[in-house]
């Protein structure tokens, strides 16, 4: 059964940084693309940044240059480091496994105010 723990989330003021983990329970991950998602109040779920298997990230426009999604195969865990933040980063993010096997998490939420 795969299961996605996060962790990471707070409250942070703007300008300040956070770095979020999502620890994987099964053999699947190395082989499998990883992402971020994130959902404030009041919208739809969007998706933030991927990782593929080999390496290969990529991030949506309103967090490119700021966050940095990476993975350790070894300890089954993908990260995103959060830089700069925004008020408008404000959300509940949530990892995704993201195929060939599917899954999410429970999300960790983080909050950007001063």
């Known amino acids: 059964q795969v299961q996605l723990v996060e962790s990471g989330g707070g409250l942070v003021p703007p300008g300040g940084s956070l770095r979020l983990s999502c620890a994987a329970s099964?053999?699947?991950?190395?082989?499998?693309?990883m992402a971020w998602y994130r959902q404030a109040p009041g919208k739809q779920r969007e998706w933030v940044a991927g990782i593929s298997s080999g390496g290969s990230t990529n991030y949506a426009d309103s967090v490119k240059g700021r966050f940095t999604i990476s993975r350790d195969n070894a300890k089954n865990t993908v990260y995103l480091q959060m830089n700069s933040l925004k008020p408008e980063d404000t959300a509940v993010y949530y990892c995704r496994a993201a195929g060939p096997i599917y899954a999410w998490g429970q999300g960790t939420q983080v909050t950007v105010s001063s």
């Open positions: 099964g053999s699947f991950f190395r082989l499998n693309g």
